[in-house]
């Protein structure tokens, strides 16, 4: 079972960035794709950014993120990115990594739904002040 562990999150003010890591534990993480969500509370979890096993192939929420974010991962550090840039106070949430078994996730629609995912961290809180 892969372990996931989001860091990088915190208090920002609008217009800076940040850079959330997700570091995975355990086998399989360079098998599996990944996806960033993020959620406030009382609201439906939102697809971010997807990326391949081979991460030859990122997709975008591209409603959402609007060309300010971007995912990047290394297998080799079993580690996922996802850097955030013009950050706006609506980006306010907690922001999720989590790995799915389908390698090639991203390169359909379905990399969207969370339940396509079998794999989540903790979690980790963004907080944009205006």
């Known amino acids: 079972q892969v372990q996931l562990v989001e860091s990088g999150g915190g208090l920002v003010q609008t217009g800076g960035s940040l850079k959330l890591s997700c570091a995975a534990s355990?086998?399989?993480?360079?098998?599996?794709?990944v996806g960033w969500f993020r959620q406030v509370l009382g609201k439906e979890r939102e697809a971010l950014a997807g990326?391949?096993?081979?991460?030859?192939?990122?997709?975008y929420n591209v409603e959402v993120v609007k060309g300010r974010f971007t995912i990047t991962r290394d297998n080799a550090k079993n580690t996922a990115d996802l850097l955030m840039l013009s950050l706006k106070p609506e980006d306010t949430a907690v922001y999720y990594c989590?790995?799915?078994?389908?390698?090639?996730?991203?390169?359909?629609?379905?990399?969207?739904?969370?339940?396509?995912?079998?794999?989540w961290g903790q979690g980790t809180q963004v907080t944009v002040s205006s």
């Open positions: 989590a790995s799915a078994p389908n390698e090639d996730l991203p390169r359909g629609f379905r990399w969207k739904k969370p339940e396509e995912y079998d794999n």
């Open positions: 990326i391949t096993f081979s991460g030859t192939r990122a997709t």
């Open positions: 355990g086998r399989g993480f360079g098998g599996r794709a």
